[in-house]
């Protein structure tokens, strides 16, 4: 019997060290969290930021690369307004941002292709890690690769030349800082006039807009600028729509935003709708601001409508639902510089 119990007693002695050894040996492979990502947020936080306004776009880089050139490229041939590059001290490194009005066909002789997201809009690198008729110089010195992003009308060209081999390291951490950002309102030189002497308004919009009056009767004046450059490439199109109404329930005190904007003051508002607005259900943003002059009601409201086919299975209840990465403000950016050239005659 005493046996017995010893023995017992060693196997539960034995159960209990291997619990115990098991135990330890759980800590032990349990995973360490690492700081690693936060310690490379704060350096981040340390790059310079290059920004420009003129073209909406920004970004980071490092505290010791400097601005080699900002220039130009506009001939028989380019057509390129602006051309930055960027390099390390060693110069063993370069990054540069293309604006360009034509499009990069040499990605089609890439060698690599890689699906990347900059600031949210997919699109991808096209790598030559050997360069491209480079004779007698060193793949390391002459690689170099490209992302083209088609936005606002025009290409922005994300590059990196010298020791440019893949998207990785330096090159990948400048480049996922890279954000649209809205332009300055100060590129509308070449924009046209538009002047409506009954009733004493005026304004300019883009030239690649047409205006056209919809509605023109004693009571109602309804007149739209479309289409607005696109500045998010989901959606079909943007408008600017002008209504002039008599005075009443468009203009009556309300607890809408207060804004001004250009020479007038209006009251605000923004909405979303999934309804029937162009013959199918149609997502639609739109922001809308009224003021009154005189004995007549302004309304001027800035439409957004999405292609057909991102269509969710649910109606969504607003915008950010519908569409997480939707910017009001890029988006309804040249509506809003239209508005702000508005000017009342009479």
């Given at each position: 019997?005493?046996?017995?119990l010893?023995i017992?007693?060693?196997?539960?002695?034995?159960?209990?060290?291997g619990a115990?050894?098991?135990s330890?040996?759980?800590?032990?492979?349990?995973?360490?969290v690492?700081?690693?990502?936060?310690?490379?947020?704060?350096?981040?936080?340390?790059?310079?930021?290059?920004?420009?306004?003129?073209?909406?776009?920004?970004?980071?880089?490092?505290?010791?690369?400097?601005?080699?050139?900002?220039?130009?490229?506009?001939?028989?041939?380019?057509?390129?307004?602006?051309?930055?590059?960027?390099t390390?001290?060693?110069v063993?490194?370069?990054?540069?941002?293309?604006?360009?009005?034509?499009?990069?066909?040499?990605?089609?002789e890439?060698l690599k292709?890689?699906?990347?997201?900059?600031?949210?809009?997919?699109?991808?690198v096209?790598?030559?890690?050997?360069?491209?008729e480079?004779?007698?110089?060193?793949?390391?010195?002459?690689?170099?690769?490209?992302?083209?992003?088609?936005?606002?009308?025009l290409?922005y060209?994300?590059?990196?030349?010298?020791?440019?081999?893949?998207?990785?390291?330096?090159?990948?951490?400048i480049?996922?800082?890279?954000?649209?950002?809205?332009?300055?309102?100060?590129?509308?030189?070449?924009?046209?006039?538009?002047?409506?002497?009954?009733?004493?308004?005026?304004?300019?919009?883009?030239?690649?807009?047409?205006?056209?009056?919809?509605?023109?009767?004693?009571?109602?004046?309804?007149?739209?600028?479309?289409?607005?450059?696109?500045?998010?490439?989901?959606?079909?199109?943007?408008?600017?729509?002008?209504?002039?109404?008599d005075?009443?329930d468009?203009?009556?005190?309300?607890?809408n935003?207060?804004?001004?904007?250009?020479?007038v003051?209006?009251?605000?508002?923004d909405?979303?709708?999934?309804?029937?607005?162009?013959?199918?259900?149609?997502?639609?943003?739109?922001?809308?601001f009224?003021?009154?002059?005189s004995?007549?009601?302004?309304?001027?409201?800035?439409h957004?409508?999405?292609?057909?086919?991102?269509?969710?299975?649910?109606?969504?209840?607003?915008?950010?639902?519908?569409?997480?990465?939707?910017?009001?403000?890029?988006?309804?950016?040249?509506?809003?510089?239209?508005?702000?050239?508005?000017?009342?005659?009479?």
């Amino acid at each position: 019997m005493n046996k017995i119990l010893n023995i017992v007693g060693v196997l539960i002695a034995l159960a209990a060290i291997g619990a115990g050894v098991y135990s330890m040996s759980q800590k032990e492979i349990a995973p360490v969290v690492s700081d690693e990502n936060q310690v490379e947020n704060e350096e981040l936080k340390e790059w310079k930021t290059y920004k420009n306004e003129e073209y909406g776009f920004e970004f980071k880089y490092p505290q010791d690369w400097k601005i080699k050139s900002e220039k130009s490229v506009i001939d028989s041939v380019n057509k390129i307004p602006l051309l930055i590059y960027i390099t390390d001290e060693s110069v063993q490194h370069t990054v540069y941002i293309e604006v360009n009005e034509k499009e990069w066909l040499l990605k089609n002789e890439a060698l690599k292709k890689e699906s990347v997201t900059i600031d949210t809009i997919s699109s991808s690198v096209y790598i030559f890690p050997n360069g491209y008729e480079c004779y007698n110089a060193k793949p390391e010195d002459c690689s170099f690769f490209k992302i083209p992003i088609q936005y606002n009308g025009l290409w922005y060209n994300l590059g990196a030349t010298k020791n440019a081999r893949s998207y990785s390291g330096i090159y990948k951490d400048i480049f996922s800082t890279f954000k649209f950002i809205v332009p300055s309102r100060g590129s509308n030189s070449d924009w046209k006039t538009y002047k409506n002497e009954e009733y004493g308004f005026e304004f300019k919009y883009p030239s690649t807009s047409n205006v056209r009056v919809e509605e023109d009767s004693p009571q109602r004046f309804n007149l739209s600028i479309s289409p607005l450059p696109k500045t998010n490439q989901k959606t079909v199109s943007t408008q600017l729509e002008f209504l002039v109404r008599d005075r009443g329930d468009y203009c009556e005190d309300s607890k809408n935003k207060k804004v001004y904007i250009g020479e007038v003051d209006y009251d605000t508002y923004d909405g979303f709708t999934y309804g029937v607005i162009v013959g199918d259900k149609t997502p639609h943003y739109f922001r809308s601001f009224i003021t009154q002059k005189s004995n007549k009601c302004v309304v001027a409201t800035i439409h957004a409508w999405w292609t057909s086919n991102n269509h969710p299975s649910a109606q969504p209840k607003d915008v950010q639902q519908f569409d997480p990465n939707f910017d009001p403000d890029v988006e309804t950016n040249y509506g809003m510089q239209v508005l702000e050239s508005l000017k009342f005659t009479k």
